[in-house]
């Protein structure tokens, strides 16, 4: 009875192992026979280069055949598509100068084309477009890569010597006021000791970009033969006037004259440095209550003084000759010099 029993119950363990091994056999058989997404029916490819490990020729080959495409070893006048390297395609093989005299019908793409069609879900397999994997297309995209990576280094380059100077120039800038100067003065001197040279002096007022805005001035001293000097002690966020304060008390450091006196014409001592005023007609900054920028005017009042001068030298009249009510011999008011309006135009 036991042996009976025993070998029923062996039976029973065969017969499970048995029933068992079925199952898992039709599920394999199941998912083998299962046919993959003919998604290349139709289209014969071929390979130039080499696309490194786990990326063989014939490995390619086999997933291409099993989506329905076909595989040629050479290039031929019914090829599709043509998968290569950057490297070769630069190169002009034999392969891509076939594939380019074939025209428009021959696709010469990377292997991410072939990637992205196949790696995705088995119901999401496609031929996707070739457009955008062109080996043209992917050349494009390196050249513009390289130059923003030109770009890239030119501004890091920048970035750096303005790191060297004062201030970074990507964070701050000159700044401006309300009549349109921009307070980057520059004084100039010659220094003749020993050999005659021309030094400049730059003094910044600079803004920061972000807001709210903080100011600070420096200056940078440039002489032929030397690497530029710059004065950083104050160079740091301030408030406008603390800044600007800095700006002014630098001015009258290097020129020895006050920065509301700086168009007023004053003598300067000739070891200071001497300031470079704006052409005529351009911003020069505001001016405290009573001064007014020089004008044209102021030009035109002193020659026609120097010209009246010496028509009474000539006709020798000299100052009696002028009447009472300020008027000249011929009856014309008498110019007399002054300081024009700040919105005093051409008349």
């Not at 005299?101 to 072939?114: E, S, T």
Request: aromatic share 8%; hydrophobic share 25%.
């Amino acid at each position: 009875m036991a042996a009976r029993k025993g070998s029923k119950s062996n039976g029973n363990i065969a017969s499970k192992k048995v029933a068992t091994n079925i199952v898992t056999e039709r599920k394999s058989k199941s998912k083998s026979s299962k046919p993959m997404k003919q998604i290349f029916r139709g289209k014969i490819f071929s390979f130039s280069g080499d696309f490194g490990e786990n990326w063989a020729h014939e490995q390619m080959a086999g997933w291409i055949k099993a989506h329905g495409g076909q595989y040629e070893r050479e290039v031929s006048a019914n090829t599709t598509h043509l998968i290569c390297t950057v490297e070769h395609y630069k190169k002009k093989t034999d392969q891509i100068k076939r594939a380019l005299a074939i025209g428009k019908q021959c696709h010469i793409v990377n292997k991410d084309w072939l990637e992205d069609c196949l790696v995705c879900k088995p119901s999401k397999k496609r031929c996707r477009p070739e457009k955008d994997y062109t080996l043209n297309k992917v050349l494009k995209r390196v050249n513009d890569s390289l130059k923003e990576q030109k770009g890239c280094r030119l501004k890091f380059g920048a970035a750096m010597k303005a790191s060297c100077e004062l201030v970074d120039n990507q964070l701050n800038h000159v700044y401006c006021d309300q009549t349109g100067f921009e307070y980057e003065v520059v004084c100039t001197r010659l220094n003749t000791d020993g050999k005659v040279k021309s030094e400049k002096y730059t003094i910044y007022l600079l803004e920061s970009n972000a807001k709210p805005s903080h100011y600070m001035a420096g200056a940078k001293l440039t002489s032929p033969g030397r690497r530029p000097s710059y004065w950083r002690t104050e160079c740091h966020p301030k408030t406008f006037f603390e800044a600007y304060s800095d700006f002014t008390g630098w001015f009258k450091n290097i020129t020895g004259i006050e920065w509301d006196d700086r168009l007023d014409g004053l003598l300067q001592d000739p070891e200071k440095f001497r300031y470079n005023a704006p052409k005529l007609g351009r911003p020069v900054g505001a001016l405290p209550p009573g001064k007014n920028p020089p004008s044209w005017r102021d030009n035109e009042v002193k020659s026609e003084e120097v010209h009246d001068t010496g028509s009474e030298a000539e006709d020798g009249f000299g100052s009696e000759h002028t009447s009472e009510t300020g008027e000249m011999g011929n009856g014309s008011p008498m110019s007399i010099s002054s300081h024009p309006s700040p919105d005093s135009g051409c008349s």
